[in-house]
Nanobody
Framework: EVQLVESGGDMVQPGGSLRLSCAASGFTFSINDMHWVRQAPGKGPEWVSGVNPGGGSTSYADSVKGRFIISRNNAKSTLYLEMNRLKPEDTALYYC???????????????WGQGTQVTVSS
């Protein structure tokens, strides 16, 4: 059974930082592209960032480029998202996803964890 368990979300002030983690199990983590996707209240899922299986190639949405860093530890089957200079518009439920980027935001495809809530507010 595939499991994706996100953690690390919290309420922070604008300009603050957080580090999200996603513990994966039930599949071969090291051969999958991995992504972070977020969903704000009343909006659809938004792709945030992705990393290739080896960790050497990363990509980011323009809205987070230069502020967020995605990384992975294949030995621990864990995906990370370091979030810096947080803004109120980063407020959302954050999910990790596996597989092709074009499927990452599709609710009907693959496995979804429970997500971790990030709230940026003064």
């Amino acid at each position: 059974e595939v499991q994706l368990v996100e953690s690390g979300g919290d309420m922070v002030q604008p300009g603050g930082s957080l580090r999200l983690s996603c513990a994966a199990s039930g599949f071969t983590f090291s051969i999958n592209d991995m992504h972070w996707v977020r969903q704000a209240p009343g909006k659809g899922p938004e792709w945030v960032s992705g990393v290739n299986p080896g960790g050497g190639s990363t990509s980011y949405a323009d809205s987070v480029k230069g502020r967020f860093i995605i990384s992975r530890n294949n030995a621990k089957s864990t995906l990370y998202l370091e979030m810096n200079r947080l803004k109120p518009e980063d407020t959302a439920l954050y999910y990790c996803r596996r597989g092709p980027r074009r499927f990452a935001t599709l609710k009907s495809w693959g496995d979804w964890g429970q997500g971790t809530q990030v709230t940026v507010s003064s």
